[in-house]
């Protein structure tokens, strides 16, 4: 079992930043790839960002890509999520998930998820 809890959500103009994080407890962190989704009101939840498990490789959806940055710390079990430039669209709650086998873009492949952060941009 991976317990995770996500926070850094809150109310932010649009252009400004937040910096989500998520802490994992339980099982060995650094035998997880990592990443965050988020899901708007009445849409499914989308792929943001994923980490490998050494860190040395990151992905990104188009949206976000070039205003967001992921990041793991293995030795304090967490994955970060730093958000610049940010959009009224982007404006959702932002799940991080741990998946034990390789890097995913699907939902369904994650094994674990936190409760969620809400993020909401005002125009």
């Known amino acids: 079992q991976v317990q995770l809890v996500e926070t850094g959500g809150g109310l932010v103009q649009a252009g400004g930043s937040l910096r989500l994080s998520c802490a994992a407890s339980g099982r060995t962190f650094s035998r997880y790839t990592m990443g965050w989704f988020r899901q708007a009101p009445g849409k499914e939840r989308e792929f943001v960002a994923a980490?490998?498990?050494?860190?040395?490789?990151?992905f990104y959806a188009d949206s976000v890509k070039g205003r967001f940055t992921i990041s793991r710390d293995n030795a304090k079990s967490t994955v970060s999520l730093q958000m610049n430039s940010l959009k009224p669209e982007d404006t959702a709650v932002y799940y991080c998930?741990?998946?034990?086998?390789?890097?995913?873009?699907?939902?369904?492949?994650?094994?674990?998820w936190g409760q969620g952060t809400q993020v909401t941009v005002s125009s």
């Open positions: 998930g741990a998946d034990s086998g390789v890097v995913s873009i699907t939902p369904d492949r994650y094994d674990y």
């Open positions: 980490i490998t498990r050494s860190g040395g490789t990151t």
